[in-house]
């Protein structure tokens, strides 16, 4: 087994005793893919000047609130020409609450809207309500039991019917009926009752506190539907609705032509309730395709205006811009990529079942193991050399909204964890291995199939490997790994191995987010931990078990004071990152590709890329 | 003929119900569901994904849900796509157009090229003609529509900036500006179709023409003072266009169900894209009305194959 690691390796090349192509040679020889190799050689000569771990990284794409600070001041409606945008899923239905990825939310941002968006900075954004609810103005309860909305008034739908609170409430009606297969149905499991109060007032009641209320009828999730246009097709109906394909919205763009899964064409709507606005006259979406080519087709050749998520190597789109067209927008993303770490027993079989949670992991049960691990794990690197612009080495998981995300610094320090290994009584065996009781150090380590997890895989297992740990590294399919599939043993639910790796979203209010880590909702059992009697649906994977962390779950879920409550939730990271149960790895910074003269897209991590699209417009 | 006809129609459907219950259950084997992305939504709790499922009916047993599509689809009606909720005939109807108009007009353009050429490699054997029309065909051939359509987008779109390469259905012009626009956007995937297709074609012409011209009746036809071309044409062609038809009527049901890769490349809207994007989201209805018409298609051109030959071979007769 080589002793060595690819930051080792890194140091040596940087003061002159290893060689480019030495360097180069070792790399590839552990598996490191070419746009690794290059990220470690660029950050090689960066080092120098970007020491200290945890050093924000300095990313050299555009800013992307490229709208925050906006001063476009039209004084007409239209005149932009058309907005030519492309998405490399094209969207398959144009009604929100049908829709089953965020490509469809994405197209009916067009034609259909919320009450209510997030802001980037994770701030609620008056659409099609006049105002945002608070304590101050009596329309949102202290105890957290309802709050009233006051519409927006003289919003009038595409066809020119008025927009009103029964609107509100047979969208709530719409969603809420099983048979109608909305994928919303959630958001309104604590909604007691929804009352009109008058024309443009509703009142939505409660079943239980709800300090997080942003919930119905806001952002992606929340459009509203028209009663007149919708009634006959709620329920079994739903599917037969031409709404779905032809919407009546309220929204800045009107339906021209849908064809499912490849083009939109949206034109104007001119009597769209906010002044002056939209800028563009026409908007063409085209669907399909690969991330690439649609990269190439805003930044190299300018063909088209705007490119959605365009999932490319960094050092290609570096060089794609050099075509001068367009540029690449990074945007914080509501992400992160983060190693869990297995609290139970899944290599032995108890009571007919892998990883029971009456199990104990042989090491990583010691606390001081975890942290060992979580010292090894050489998240910079892996920042710039895997994700370049598209990552930042993370400390906790939570980074946006700011007011959920603690402060702190992460370690990188391999000396250190080997002497903490050692004094957890895990000692070097004559083959290398660590070894305690006639146990060995062995880890299982999975993620799914995906070029840059693989490459994060790979310097890893070269640290860990160093500190005298064997790693087995295991990759599975995508739609297997997260397709929670009771009968297949290689899910993130079932987590039969030591480590896994992967990143899943957060909410502007990570309350459910959170939820992953408890144990037990209610009382002391452990029925949020995943297991057979549950078909591993619930979140807990890692079976983590903490009284303590419970608590504070709970007391952040009824807690109304929004401070207290934003302590809470940052105390709750701060043990999950000291006990070691998750390594948070790199948050991610998703890019996008726009036209230079491009502007007003506020683009956030917790909303659709097209939620502002009244307000985008050209230079 | 119409007996024998009837015979074949008959003998096809069970290979045609064979067919249907394999691609079911291969396509109810692999894992996923249409809703895979609203797993990784911490937001959309895992009950909220069996309510959909059993909307579906996707939470029945494979057979069960086999024999529901098998007694809706006899009747005419191959249900609504999972993702879109569009019925699966208004989704074909959309794409049809373009698949035809791309990959039809393409194998035309690799029929104008591949007769000629074969014809002429054959009746100039060993010519530098014939050289050279082999080399680019086994060239054509071995080069896959992938890497010629990525070749193409580079010259063509990247550096000398002339051609689109991102295919619109919807061209917002009339008259000639159309037919011009509608040429620029479509020229690159019908030739990354074209020249692939002409190139296995070429060979088949020219093999089949090897065949005829060294017969008798050749050497007959050119004794009596017959012109070349008569003798090629009239005599050699003729005879030589039997195995040729097969190949053209076991190409054509591919027209129909479009050419996914290159409709991938250049964001062609075609059946082929179509059936690639309903297989990654597991939209079963789609993938089963595109795959199973395929088959369909297969069994009634292979039928036309045979039927032709014995229109255009008069020692071949049915019974």
Request: net charge positive; proline share 5%.
């Amino acid at each position: 087994m080589s002793e060595w690691t690819v930051a080792k390796l890194a140091e040596q090349y940087r003061s002159g005793r290893l060689t480019r192509r030495r360097l180069i040679a070792r790399m590839v020889s552990a598996g490191l893919g070419a746009p690794v190799i290059a990220g470690v050689l660029a950050a090689c000569s960066a080092g120098s000047t970007n020491k200290g771990s945890g050093a924000a990284q300095a990313g050299t794409g555009s800013d992307a609130s490229s709208g925050a600070n906006d001063t476009f001041q039209p004084a007409k409606r239209g005149g932009g020409g058309t907005l030519k945008l492309l998405w490399w899923q094209g969207p398959s239905i144009l009604n929100a609450h049908l829709s089953t990825g965020t490509k469809d939310s994405d197209g009916s941002r067009l034609f259909t809207e919320p009450l209510a968006a997030w802001d980037p900075d994770g701030n609620p954004f008056p659409i099609l309500a006049a105002e945002i609810p608070s304590i101050e103005k009596g329309t949102l309860d202290k105890e957290g039991k309802s709050v009233t909305w006051k519409l927006k008034k003289a919003v009038q739908w595409h066809d020119g019917q008025p927009f009103t609170a029964d609107d509100v409430i047979f969208t709530w009606q719409y969603t809420t009926d099983p048979a109608t297969g909305s994928t919303r149905i959630a958001n309104y499991s604590n909604v007691a009752a929804i009352d009109k109060i008058d024309d443009s007032t509703v009142k939505i009641s409660f079943k239980d506190p709800t300090p997080y209320w942003q919930i119905a009828f806001f952002a992606g999730e929340g459009h509203v539907l028209p009663k007149h246009v919708l009634e006959p097709f709620k329920g079994k109906e739903a599917r037969n609705a031409p709404f779905n394909l032809k919407p009546v919205g309220t929204g800045p763009y009107k339906i021209v032509d849908f064809r499912s899964g490849d083009l939109i064409i949206a034109e104007i709507n001119q009597n769209y309730h906010v002044p002056n606005r939209p800028f563009f006259d026409r908007v063409e979406l085209k669907g399909g395709g690969d991330a690439t080519s649609a990269a190439r087709a805003v930044l190299q050749t300018g063909d088209y205006d705007y490119a959605w998520n365009t999932l490319v190597a960094d050092d290609l789109l570096l060089s794609m811009e050099k075509g001068g067209a367009g540029k690449t927008i990074i945007v914080p993303a509501a992400s992160c990529e983060t190693i869990h770490l297995q609290m139970a027993d899944s290599t032995t079989e108890a009571d007919g079942e892998r990883a029971t949670v009456k199990s104990k992991h042989p090491f990583f049960s010691d606390i001081k193991v975890r942290q060992a691990f979580a010292v090894a794990i050489n998240r910079k690197l892996i920042a710039e050399a895997v994700f370049g612009r598209q990552g930042t080495a993370a400390t906790y998981v939570v980074v946006n909204p700011k007011r959920f995300a603690p402060d702190g610094t992460f370690e990188y320090n391999l000396q250190k964890a080997a002497q903490m290994l050692d004094d957890a009584g895990w000692k070097k065996g004559p083959d290398g291995i660590r070894g305690k009781d006639g146990k060995r150090m062995k880890v299982l380590f999975q993620t799914s199939v995906n070029d840059i997890r693989q490459n994060a895989q790979a310097i890893i297992k070269k640290d860990l490997e160093s500190l005298g740990i064997q790693v087995e590294l295991k990759s599975v399919n995508d739609t297997v790994f997260f397709g929670g599939d009771p009968n297949n043993p290689d899910n993130i639910n079932h987590f039969f191995a030591d480590m896994q790796m992967y990143a899943s979203t957060y909410s502007p209010d990570p309350q459910t987010y959170m939820r992953t880590w408890v144990s037990s909702l209610e009382g002391s059992g452990t029925d949020n931990i995943a297991q057979k009697s549950n078909g591993w649906s619930t979140p807990n994977y890692s079976r983590y078990q903490n009284p303590e962390y419970d608590k504070l779950w709970r007391q952040a879920r009824a807690e109304m004071d929004p401070v207290k409550r934003a302590d809470l939730l940052k105390q709750m990271q701060k043990l999950l990152v000291s006990d070691a149960v998750i390594i948070p790895l790199v948050n991610r910074t998703p890019a996008e590709a726009a036209k230079n003269n491009l502007q007003g897209m506020d683009l956030g991590p917790f909303e659709s890329r097209l939620w502002k699209i009244a307000y985008w417009h050209r230079t | 003929m119409a007996k024998f006809i009837a015979r074949r129609a008959l003998i096809a459907i069970p290979t045609l119900l064979a067919i249907s219950a394999v691609l079911f259950t291969i396509l109810a084997l692999a894992p996923g569901d249409p809703f895979g992305q609203l797993a990784q939504n911490p937001d959309v709790p895992p009950e909220v994904r069996a309510n959909l499922r059993r909307q579906l009916g996707i939470d029945q047993p494979v057979y069960v849900q086999y024999v529901k599509w098998l007694a809706a689809s006899v009747q005419g009606n191959w249900g609504y796509s999972f993702v879109s909720h569009v019925d699966v005939k208004v989704l074909i109807q959309q794409r049809l157009p373009t698949s035809l108009l791309i990959v039809g007009s393409a194998y035309l353009v690799a029929l104008a090229i591949a007769v000629p050429v074969g014809i002429l490699s054959a009746v100039r054997q060993y010519s530098l003609l014939d050289n050279v029309a082999t080399t680019f065909a086994f060239l054509g051939y071995s080069l896959p529509t992938f890497f010629t359509g990525l070749l193409f987008i580079l010259v063509f779109s990247i550096y000398l900036r002339w051609l689109p390469f991102i295919y619109t259905a919807d061209i917002q012009a009339s008259g000639l500006t159309y037919v011009w626009e509608l040429l620029r956007h479509a020229i690159m995937p019908v030739m990354v179709l074209a020249l692939f297709q002409a190139a296995h074609l070429t060979r088949y012409v020219r093999a089949a023409m090897l065949d005829v011209i060294h017969m008798d009746y050749i050497n007959t036809a050119r004794a009596k003072g017959l012109s070349a071309v008569q003798v090629t044409l009239g005599h050699a062609f003729r005879n030589a266009l039997i195995p040729v038809v097969t190949i053209i009527a076991l190409d054509v049901p591919a027209i129909f169900t479009g050419a996914i890769i290159t409709e991938q490349i250049f964001r062609v809207p075609g059946i082929g894209s179509l059936l690639i994007n309903s297989i990654q989201s597991k939209d079963t209805p789609v993938v089963m009305f595109i795959v199973f018409t395929y088959a369909i298609l297969v069994v009634a051109f292979t039928l036309v194959a045979d039927v032709l030959y014995g229109v255009l071979d008069p020692r071949i007769r049915y019974a």
